[in-house]
């Protein structure tokens, strides 16, 4: 079964920091990117950043300067690093991969994470 885990989420202080963390399991032969999305009570679910196999990067302008997404292949796992967190990035943080094959042939899965919860307050 493949299936994507997230962990790191929690309770910060504006200011703080947290690290969140994503694995891809399973059987897995390629995966095109991973990325982060995060989705605020009464708001629509929005792209935070974006990573491609070759480690090319994409944020939402409004994480800029202060968020940075990394990428392990070999492990098949996402990071975010989020600084200088705000209340407004409070939000369910949910980790995605795209175009995910489990062989040469095989058809293309996208993979959604359960989410975990990132609360900004004092």
């Known amino acids: 079964q493949v299936q994507l885990v997230e962990s790191g989420g929690g309770l910060v202080q504006p200011g703080g920091s947290l690290r969140l963390s994503c694995a891809a399991s399973?059987?897995?032969?390629?995966?095109?990117?991973m990325g982060w999305y995060r989705q605020a009570p009464g708001k629509q679910r929005e792209l935070v950043a974006t990573?491609?196999?070759?480690?090319?990067?994409n944020y939402a302008d409004s994480v800029k300067g202060r968020f940075t997404a990394s990428r392990d292949n070999a492990k098949n796992t996402v990071y975010l690093q989020m600084n200088s967190l705000k209340p407004e990035d409070t939000a369910v943080y949910y980790c995605?991969?795209?175009?995910?094959?489990?062989?040469?042939?095989?058809?293309?899965?996208?993979?959604w994470g359960q989410g975990t919860l990132v609360t900004v307050s004092s």
């Open positions: 995605n991969a795209d175009q995910v094959r489990v062989s040469f042939r095989s058809r293309y899965l996208e993979l």
């Open positions: 399973g059987n897995i032969f390629s995966i095109n990117a």
């Open positions: 990573v491609t196999s070759g480690h090319s990067t």
